[in-house]
């Protein structure tokens, strides 16, 4: 007899699934306490190099609803990696894809790229990756060959691009079909789908022992906020802070800011609901403009005696970013665009920056994804960082509608959607 877990067994898993599977139905699977291993493998290699059919939220056109539809998601390729998907949340850059920038050419779509799964099953030349792994998707790339992956001054990749056309925010390649149409994957990724496909540059592998309910969160949001402060602005102990926008990515913004020392935080927001919530993650004031007759970097130079060391722009809105310069101290200051908009330009005077200020961008916290995530996944099992603080909501897939209206309406900080069983 095979007992469950030993190397027989997983190699029946591989060599005969549908045998194994038949077996972990009978009543003597569990007398024989089968570990969650082998049953994995059975019931995945089962569908190892078939379509896989399965639930997604697909968006059909902008503006309008997600539909909850059954769609058909095929074999990985060379150097992809299937991944049924455990839990996902939504994210404001869906938001901005659906109704803000609505492309006509970036749909049909499934939104998604803040997620996390198990794989289950890899293509041809994937070495990284086994089924049963735990790991998080990644909108952007790390091949770790290219000039600039090798480049410690950049998390840029120089094929992450050639996978993804900006200008609709979708892969170049998409695995998913749905009523006999080609969808695209967003970001490509598409974290709204019981499965997706996605290159093996594009993912990162994470401890086993991580929750994926929580850490899914680390796809984008966490670490494109906190990365931001210690990786981008490289916020110095004593500093003061200006973060402007409490959603998720000003949070995380915060919480970086105080993980890299700063002596004062001030945290920016609109909403005076988000402000208690943004002293947990280590804001020390909190100014809400709609409070002042006077524009906000006017008020925030007065209360700094003469502009903050360090802003922090989180919204993406060109005139806050504007704002946030201007409140970043003369000489000195450092002023960091984390906020993602393509819509408009932004308008400065040359005598903001001539003046000494810095002015940067970052994107997904200037953190090499492969390597920056495991790293924050381990940070996290370590207790040196803060995530479950940031879920406000625990939904389904087939609740996907109510979760983005709650960001729309800014009633959330991160609603996480069950999406498969783990």
């Known amino acids: 007899m095979l007992f469950p877990g030993s190397a027989g067994a997983t190699r029946l898993a591989w060599e005969s699934p549908h045998l194994v599977y038949m077996y972990l139905q009978s009543s003597l699977a569990p007398r024989l306490h089968i570990n969650s291993w082998t049953l994995f493998l059975a019931t995945t290699m089962a569908t190892a190099g078939k379509v896989i059919k399965c639930k997604a939220a697909v968006a059909w056109e902008p503006n309008k609803p997600v539909v909850i539809e059954e769609i058909e998601v095929a074999p ?250 201007e409140s970043s101290a003369q000489g000195w200051g450092v002023s960091v665009i984390v906020g993602w908009t393509d819509l408009h330009d932004i308008v400065i005077r040359p005598a903001h920056l001539i003046s000494g200020r810095t002015w940067k961008g970052s994107m997904f916290g200037g953190f090499k994804s492969k390597d920056g995530v495991s790293k924050m996944v381990k940070d996290y099992l370590d207790k040196k960082l803060k995530v479950d603080e940031f879920i406000s909501q625990n939904m389904t897939l087939d609740q996907a509608n109510d979760a983005i209206e709650l960001m729309k309406n800014c009633k959330c900080i991160r609603a996480v959607m069950s999406v498969s069983p783990p």
């Open 76 to 325: 990985p390729q060379a150097n992809e990696v299937r991944i049924k998907i455990v839990a996902t949340s939504v994210c404001h850059t869906d938001l901005y894809h659906l109704f803000e920038s609505m492309h006509k050419d970036g749909f049909p779509t499934v939104l998604g790229h803040e997620g996390a799964g198990i794989v289950e099953s890899v293509g041809p030349g994937v070495t990284e990756f086994q089924p049963g792994d735990k790991v998080i998707p990644l909108f952007l790339s790390q091949c770790k060959e290219c000039h600039l992956c090798k480049n410690p001054r950049t998390n840029q990749c120089e094929v992450a691009w050639t996978r993804i056309n900006q200008a609709i925010m979708a892969g170049v390649e998409s695995r998913f079909t749905c009523k006999g149409k080609r969808v695209l994957q967003f970001m490509g990724t598409s974290t709204f789908s019981e499965y997706t496909v996605i290159n093996q540059m594009a993912v990162a592998k994470i401890d086993p022992a991580a929750p994926l309910d929580k850490v899914c969160l680390l796809g984008c949001g966490i670490c494109t906020g906190y990365g931001a402060a210690v990786n981008t602005a490289k916020v110095e102990p004593g500093s003061t802070c200006a973060v402007f926008g409490l959603g998720a990515v000003g949070l995380a913004a915060v919480m970086g800011c105080k993980a890299a020392g700063a002596k004062r935080i001030i945290a920016v927001d609109v909403n005076p609901d988000k402000f208690e919530k943004a002293k947990v993650f280590g804001a020390t004031d909190f100014v809400n403009p709609k409070d002042h007759d006077k524009p906000i970097h006017e008020v925030l130079t007065k209360m700094t005696n003469g502009g903050v060391d360090y802003s922090l722009e989180c919204v993406g809105n060109v005139q806050v970013m504007r704002s946030a310069l």
